[in-house]
């Protein structure tokens, strides 16, 4: 229904028409309208940015939450485990999902809240400008109207002032007593007072019809359009609300496709989750490529114990002499590998069985033996290699390089990964030399594109680099050759042992073999030799590398206890310079000395104290 009607519905009454219209009811009430929808416009539009900060809130929440879950981690704490990974997929998949979020919130900021606030601040502006003409043209009118109200009463009140002129002119004409002059006194009063009245007349009718003609041009010409421009703009606001709406809609429609494909990489990773997997690398980090340990053997304490004639129970077949036949003797093995390092030690003390009472002269005191005293040396030498050596101890050594603290098996997956990675470090070296070499080709073919010799100090310095990353290489691959001999040599060993475990009428010696000798059965243990400790501990295995050095100039290593070293030549590091001017280093095949400290660059390893680089 147009608005119109409210102004055509009236134009039969004039009277009516006019009296309705300039109570202002109606303008009254569409202004009203027009207002709550503005604000109806706007409370919508605080509704989105409630709803988008909502949103801001739940993704920042999600990210959050994705960052406590998905710490940052090194090279090597990077997870393997199937279940891990996919967790950590999970949490990738989240986080593009909360990015969605975003890019929800940020849609609705600018295409549904943004919009809203411009269309309302453009509304607000249109109906102003409708509302102040409207009030304009009623006012124009309610002057008009003034007018001609004025123009009537002039007109009324001077037709009473004519009718009074008339009534004194009559009265005086028809008294015989009144004067000529006085007659015609009242005579042109009254003459004056119809020529006011003629002109009141036409002036009142000029205004009533200025005013009827302003009235039909507000009723049916001004204020229709006012109206008209009101109910379009209206209009207008409920078509951009609906539009908004769709819009509103439309920014979730298009992040489900991609919030799908989060959901189903969700899925996807929960489906990736393999225990058979996840045991296979539980069993590939901890194996530790030691052998099972062999059976623990008997140890007969009852050799030494003499046995009546009439003693029927079984037991260990008697000598002469009541000395325990070393034939019946049970055969061990000599430091065996066990699952989590070298043998343990045995029982601290084990008591005897009690000795039976014998008759005086018959009594023959317990003899230590053989197997006894390579127990306890063997234990020695456990706790020896245990602590590399007192010297090392004093030094504070550092930690160990070559990862020898590591099981068989994980020492060599890690010299090999870390060989792969010096590798890698020296094919970039070697791409870096090829192309400085390049350079210095074109700089020495075109001199004025630069100065071949600005790029010798950097070709330099890549070749240096090199040498140290070869010297670490094949330092790693001694390290991994010497764990894969090991490794080999284990298997060989073992199947030996295992015969010599299970001869039936072999001797240990103590050194761990065996002989058939019987001219050995009356000999006396050998005893240890009082300096086999000595001689152990100050034959110290080689010092650790602590850096490495180049040779600047060569050295001819004349005087008792230097090296001889030739120029550029890389060497280990094991001394530093103690204040007097040596240093002492160790070449690649295993000799040691010492070389001045001014002859070579050095260069300390991260893991000891005071790495630098010096000359």
């Not at 009534?167 to 008294?175: G, H, K, Q, S, T």
């Not at 002499?321 to 065996?336: I, L, M, S």
């Not at 110290?540 to 001819?556: N, T």
Request: hydrophobic share 30%; charged share 30%; net charge negative.
């Amino acid at each position: 229904m147009s608005w119109l009607k409210i102004s055509n519905s009236l134009s039969l009454d004039l009277f009516l028409f006019s009296a309705f219209f300039l109570d202002q009811d109606q303008f009254d009430n569409l202004d009203k309208h027009s207002q709550w929808g503005i604000d109806f416009l706007e409370r919508y539009a605080k509704f989105v940015k409630e709803r988008l900060e909502i949103e801001q809130a739940y993704a920042k929440q999600l990210r959050s939450l994705v960052k406590k879950y998905c710490p940052k981690r090194s090279k090597d704490d990077e997870p393997r485990f199937t279940s891990c990974l996919s967790f950590y997929s999970i949490l990738n998949e989240l986080n593009d999902y909360a990015g969605q979020r975003e890019v929800v919130a940020e849609e609705m900021g600018h295409k549904v809240y943004g919009e809203l606030m411009r269309y309302s601040q453009d509304l607000k502006g249109e109906r102003k400008l409708h509302l102040q003409e409207g009030r304009k043209t009623q006012q124009y009118l309610d002057q008009c109207w003034k007018h001609m109200d004025n123009s009537k009463k002039k007109f009324e009140r001077e037709c009473k002032e004519a009718e009074k002129s008339q009534l004194i002119y009559e009265r005086l004409d028809n008294d015989i007593n009144a004067t000529k002059s006085e007659v015609e006194k009242a005579k042109s009063q009254l003459y004056l007072r119809q020529h006011l009245v003629e002109e009141s007349k036409n002036e009142y009718a000029a205004q009533l019809q200025n005013f009827n003609s302003e009235q039909w041009k507000h009723f049916n010409v001004a204020i229709p359009q006012i109206f008209k421009n009101l109910q379009d703009m209206d209009e207008r606001r409920t078509v951009k609300l609906g539009e908004m709406y769709r819009s509103f809609a439309e920014v979730e429609r298009r992040v489900i496709p991609i919030i799908s494909k989060c959901l189903e990489g969700m899925v996807t990773a929960a489906k990736n989750v393999d225990e058979r997997r996840d045991s296979g690398v539980v069993v590939e980090s901890f194996k530790s490529g030691f052998e099972p340990p062999g059976d623990f053997p008997f140890e007969d304490f009852s050799q030494n114990i003499q046995r009546t004639g009439s003693d029927g129970t079984i037991g260990t077949p008697k000598t002469e002499g009541g000395k325990p036949d070393p034939k019946h003797a049970v055969a061990r093995t000599k430091n065996k590998l066990w699952l989590f390092g070298k043998k343990p030690k045995l029982p601290p003390s084990i008591p005897p069985p009690s000795l039976p009472s014998f008759p005086s002269g018959h009594f023959q005191p317990p003899k230590f033996s053989t197997e006894r005293i390579a127990n306890h040396l063997s234990e020695m030498r456990n706790a020896k290699s245990k602590i590399p050596s007192f010297r090392a101890v004093k030094r504070g050594a550092p930690t160990l390089e070559d990862l020898s603290h590591l099981p068989p098996e994980q020492r060599r997956k890690k010299l090999q990964q870390r060989i792969d990675e010096l590798n890698k470090e020296l094919q970039k070296e070697m791409d870096q030399r090829d192309a400085l070499n390049k350079m210095k080709d074109v700089y020495e073919k075109n001199p004025q594109m630069g100065d071949p010799g600005s790029l010798q100090p950097k070709i330099s310095e890549t070749i240096c680099n090199m040498e140290k990353l070869r010297s670490e290489i094949h330092k790693n691959e001694s390290w991994l050759a010497e764990v894969e001999g090991k490794h080999g040599s284990r298997g060989e060993r073992r199947p030996s042992a295992d015969v010599n475990h299970h001869a039936p009428h072999g001797r240990e010696s103590p050194e761990g073999s065996y002989t058939d000798d019987h001219s050995q059965e009356h000999r006396s243990p050998p005893q240890p030799d009082p300096h086999e400790f000595d001689d152990e501990f100050d034959d110290d295995d080689p010092l650790p590398a602590i850096g490495h050095c180049k040779a600047l100039y060569s050295f001819d290593g004349s005087n008792e206890g230097t090296l001889v070293m030739n120029e550029n030549e890389v060497l280990y590091v094991i001394e530093i310079d103690k204040g007097d001017g040596w240093t002492r280093v160790r070449k690649q095949g295993g000799e040691e000395g010492y070389v001045p400290t001014s002859y070579v660059e050095i260069t300390l390893e991260k893991n000891s104290k005071g790495a630098v680089t010096y000359i």
